[in-house]
C-alpha cells in the first residue's frame, strides 16, 4: 500500500486528503498496528513495546483526524483555507510544525523531533491531553543506542501506510483495536501485564454485577489502562450522560497516560483520569471530602508492600474505618477506599483482591469482622487459577451495596467459581459461557450445590467472620463404596489382567 503523505499546510492552499481506505476489522487493524512492535523488536523489550506504539498511534489519530476535520472545514467554507485553520474547526490544536507529516519531513534527531511535537500538541491542549502525551517523551526517544532515526522513520513510515481518522476507523473500533492490541502486550509482559491490564472477561462480569445507568457516577481508584471504565461506558451504551461520569485515578504516570489515550481512542468526550496515588493521595475530591459515586469498580495492585500506613493511621479523609491495615499488605486499605467513596444512596463496589483478604488474620481480621458486621456484603466470589497476568493465586472479587434488596438484608451469597473457567495452554480464561455461568449464579442468589450458598451475617460471625465460600458452600459427596465390594473388585481386575498376559503371550508364540 503506498505510503500517504499529509497535504501540505500553506497559506495559499490545501490539498485535499486521498481517499480513505477501506474499513477494516478490529483484527485487521490489530495485526498492522502490531507489525509494528516487529520494528523495534530487539533494541526496545517487549514490556515497553506500548510506550512507544501507544504515543505514535493516538499522534497518528490526531493528525489524521485534524485533516479530517481540515477538509471538512473547506468544503463548508468554499474552500476559505483561513476559516478551516480556525482552532473552531478542531477538536484538537495542532501546532505549526508539530503535525504527523511534519515529522516525516524530518531526516535526522527524529525521536527529538517526536518528543517536541508531543509536548507542543500538550501544551496547546491542557485541558485535554495535559499529561497524556509527554509522559511518553523519555530518554529512550532520543537515545540513538535504542533507536536510530532508521528504524524510527520505518516506524513512521508503517504507520503511514493507512490513515487512522475517524472517517477511517470508528472509535469503537479503533478502541478495540487497541484494547487487543494492550492484551498482546499482556501476553508478552507476563508479570508486568498485571498492573495495566484486567483480563476483559472479568471486567465484563464485573461491570454486569454493578449495572452502571446512565447518569451514574463510575470511579475506579487504580485505573491501569482504562478498561473498566471503558466497560462501563459500553455497558451504558455510550450514552451522553456518560459524559463527565466518568473517573480514575492511576499512580503509574505511563499506565495513566495509556488509559487516557484508551478512553479517547473509544471515542469518550468527557472524563476524569488523573495520575497520583490512590492511597497516599486521593486526587478525586470534592472540598475537603472525598467525592463520592455510585458505582466503584477496581483491580488494585494485590497485597501491596509499604503503601503508607502510617498516614492512613489518622487520614484526613477517614478512610480508616475499621482499622489500619498492616504496612506489608495493602488490600484492605483499598477495599476501605473504596467503601468510602460510595454514595449514601446507591453506592455500590466490585472490586478484586487475592484470596487472603478472605481469611488472614490480626489487622485484617479485625477490619474483616467489622466489614461483616456493616452488613454491607452482597457476595464474596471466589475465581479459578491462572486468570490473572503475573498473579499465580486464584484472586476472589466482593461485592457491596449501600442498600441491599429487601430480600437481602442480613444476607450475602458465597459462590465458589474456582471451577468456572476454560483452561488454556499458558493462561486460563473466562468464556462468554462463564461469565453468564457466574453472573447467574450471582442474579439467582440461591443455594446450589457445588458453587454457591447464601449465609447469614450471624452464621458467617459464628465461623469467625471468614468469608471463604469453600466453607459454606455444601459439595456433592460421591458415595463410597464399601471396602469388601473394593478388594473384590481389584482382585477380580488383577486376575483379568493376568489371564490377558498369559492369552497374549500364547499367541505371540
Not at 387 to 411: D, N, T
Not at 463 to 491: D, F, I, M, Q, T
Request: charged residues 30%; aromatic residues 10%.
Amino acid at each position: 500500500m503506498p505510503e500517504l503523505e499529509r497535504p501540505k499546510r500553506s497559506r495559499k492552499g490545501i490539498a485535499k486528503a486521498g481517499k480513505p481506505v477501506e474499513l477494516s476489522g478490529a483484527q485487521d487493524l490489530y495485526a498492522f498496528l502490531y507489525k509494528a512492535c516487529d520494528i523495534i523488536r530487539g533494541p526496545v523489550s517487549h514490556e515497553n513495546f506500548k510506550d512507544y506504539i501507544t504515543p505514535l498511534l493516538y499522534f497518528k489519530r490526531i493528525s489524521d483526524v485534524w485533516d479530517e476535520e481540515r477538509d471538512r472545514a473547506l468544503e463548508e467554507s468554499g474552500g476559505d483555507e483561513e476559516y478551516a485553520l480556525f482552532p473552531e474547526q478542531h477538536r484538537f490544536v495542532i501546532p505549526e510544525g508539530c503535525h504527523w507529516a511534519d515529522i516525516r519531513k524530518r531526516t535526522e534527531n527524529l525521536g527529538a523531533a517526536i518528543v517536541g511535537a508531543m509536548r507542543q500538541i500538550e501544551l496547546a491542549n491542557p485541558n485535554t491531553l495535559y499529561g497524556v502525551l509527554s509522559i511518553f517523551g523519555t530518554a529512550n526517544w532520543t537515545d540513538k543506542s535504542i533507536l536510530s532515526d532508521g528504524r524510527i522513520a520505518d516506524l513512521l513510515n508503517h504507520f503511514s501506510k493507512r490513515r487512522l481518522g475517524n472517517g477511517d476507523y470508528s472509535a469503537d473500533l479503533m478502541g478495540d483495536a487497541y484494547e487487543i492490541l494492550l492484551k498482546k502486550f499482556a501476553d508478552e509482559s507476563k508479570k508486568k501485564a498485571g498492573e495495566f491490564y484486567t483480563p476483559r472477561a472479568v471486567v465484563k462480569l464485573l461491570v454486569r454485577i454493578l449495572d452502571p445507568q446512565p447518569g451514574e457516577r463510575v470511579y475506579d481508584p487504580a485505573c491501569g489502562s482504562g478498561g473498566m471504565l471503558i466497560e462501563a461506558i459500553h455497558h451504558m451504551h455510550n450514552d451522553t450522560l456518560c459524559c463527565g461520569s466518568i473517573y480514575g485515578q492511576e499512580k503509574n504516570v505511563t499506565n495513566a497516560a495509556v488509559a487516557k489515550m484508551n478512553l479517547f481512542l473509544h471515542g469518550a468526550a468527557d472524563f476524569d483520569v488523573i495520575q497520583g496515588d490512590t492511597l497516599r493521595d486521593p486526587k478525586i475530591v470534592s472540598g475537603d471530602q472525598l467525592a463520592r459515586f455510585e458505582c466503584v469498580i477496581a483491580n488494585p495492585p494485590f497485597s501491596l508492600d509499604k503503601w503508607g500506613a502510617t498516614e492512613w493511621s489518622s487520614d484526613r479523609y477517614g478512610r480508616n474505618l475499621w482499622g489500619t491495615p498492616p504496612d506489608s499488605c495493602g488490600d484492605y486499605a483499598w477495599l476501605q477506599h473504596m467503601v468510602a467513596s460510595m454514595a449514601w444512596e446507591n453506592g455500590r463496589v466490585a472490586v478484586v483482591l487475592p484470596q487472603g483478604v478472605l481469611f488472614r488474620g490480626d489487622a485484617e481480621g479485625q477490619i474483616r469482622e467489622k466489614l461483616v458486621k456493616s452488613d454491607l456484603i452482597e457476595a464474596v466470589v471466589t475465581l479459578g487459577e491462572r486468570l490473572f497476568y503475573g498473579a499465580g493465586i486464584a484472586p476472589c472479587v466482593l461485592i457491596l451495596r449501600r442498600r441491599k434488596r429487601p430480600e437481602r438484608v442480613g444476607k450475602m451469597l458465597m459462590l465458589d467459581g474456582s471451577k468456572i473457567f476454560t483452561p488454556q495452554r499458558a493462561q486460563n480464561e473466562l468464556s462468554p459461557a462463564d461469565v453468564d455461568r457466574l453472573f447467574g449464579l450471582y442474579e439467582r442468589f440461591a443455594d446450589e450445590e457445588d458453587f454457591s450458598k447464601v449465609v447469614t451475617v450471624r452464621e458467617v460471625e459464628e465461623k469467625g467472620c471468614v468469608l471463604s465460600p469453600n466453607r459454606y458452600v455444601v459439595y456433592h459427596k460421591a458415595e463410597v463404596k464399601p471396602y469388601a465390594e473394593v478388594k473384590r473388585e481389584y482382585l477380580a481386575a488383577v486376575e483379568a489382567v493376568r489371564l490377558a498376559e498369559q492369552r497374549f503371550k500364547e499367541v505371540m508364540s
